[in-house]
């Protein structure tokens, strides 16, 4: 079983963090080429989501970068699609 996890939400909360994807595999402890694939929107296991659910969730937001971030909005029919 694999989960494809939201790729522009997922790029938005790196930016949130100053994170690059290198940053977030290492928080996550998994390799560089996954966090590639779940930026690209290809499925990842449910073991990897769990991994950088948490990496996100330990790591605050930059103060501040909400101020100059343009606020994400899911693409068009996202809704629709989950």
Avoid at 31 to 47: D, E, K, L, Q, Y
Avoid at 63 to 71: F, R, W
């Amino acid at each position: 079983m694999s989960v494809t996890l939201a790729a522009d939400r997922l790029r938005f909360e790196l930016a949130r963090r100053g994170w690059s994807n290198s940053d977030l595999a290492r928080a996550a402890g998994v390799s560089a080429a996954t966090v590639t694939t779940a930026t690209s929107g290809r499925p990842v296991s449910p073991n990897t989501l769990r991994k950088i659910a948490s990496a996100l969730a330990a790591a605050a937001p930059v103060s501040g970068v909400d101020e100059i971030l343009p606020a994400f909005h899911p693409p068009v029919g996202a809704a629709a699609e989950r």
